[in-house]
């Protein structure tokens, strides 16, 4: 079946530097990717939207400078965060999909801590 | 209103018990997932379905498309049942999906 895998699974930085979250479709050729962010006890919200080879949309409230998203391939998507505070810490997971016929798949989430 | 709305929100249970969590949704899916989170965060997915019912292991899901309800089924719980189950839906008008607020299962040894 179609798999995601996202790295890293935990990450802790410091403070103004910069964390690149990777989302790797394995068997699929995935041609739109969410990411989604979870606070404590919250569910899952959308931060964006991509489509391979163009720009991502992003949600209401979700600072596109601060949030950098890549779809350069049908395989690789990656979310960086940039100039990390502390109020980024959350979990962040990504979906990726093929096509309507097909669902979305998604990866088992990254925990970033920032200190 | 929510337009996934999950039920119970919390469940606690005795091992061996048959477990339920229900999903209510009011917009127009073309599919269902559910997904179960762990208490590290990880994200494992269940199911997806589109119609009828799925069965992996002791899990089952059904959907019914005309109520706009699925639910999830755990046979024998185990404490390793422990976590928060989670449906979402991918809607038709956008593709997006939309996640429920979960249900957190707590199965007692």
């Known amino acids: 079946g179609a798999v995601v895998s996202q790295h890293p699974s935990r990450v802790i930085c410091k403070s103004g530097t910069s964390v690149k979250i990777e989302c790797r479709s394995l068997d699929f050729q995935a041609t739109t990717m969410f990411w989604y962010r979870q606070f404590p006890k919250q569910s899952l919200m959308l931060m964006a939207t991509s489509n391979e080879g163009s720009k991502a949309t992003y949600e209401q409230g979700v600072e596109k400078d601060k949030f950098l998203i890549n779809h350069a391939s049908l395989t690789l998507s990656t979310l960086t965060v940039t100039s990390a505070h502390p109020e980024d810490s959350s979990f962040y997971i990504c979906s990726a999909g093929s096509g309507r016929a097909y669902g979305y798949t998604f990866g088992s989430g990254t925990r970033l801590t920032v200190v | ?109």
């Open chain 2, 1 to 109: 209103k929510n337009e996934v709305e999950q039920s119970p929100q919390n469940l606690t249970a005795q091992e061996g018990e048959f477990i339920t969590i229900n999903c209510s949704y009011s917009v127009g899916i073309s599919a269902l997932h559910w997904l179960q989170q762990h208490p590290g965060g990880g994200i494992v997915s269940l199911f997806m379905l589109s119609s009828g019912k799925k069965k992996h292991g002791r899990l089952i899901a059904t959907i019914n498309i005309q109520e706009k309800h699925s639910s999830l089924h755990i046979t024998a719980s185990h404490p390793r049942d422990s976590a928060v189950y989670i449906c979402a839906v991918r809607a038709n008008r956008d593709d997006k999906i939309i996640f429920g607020k979960g249900t957190r299962l707590h199965i007692l040894p």
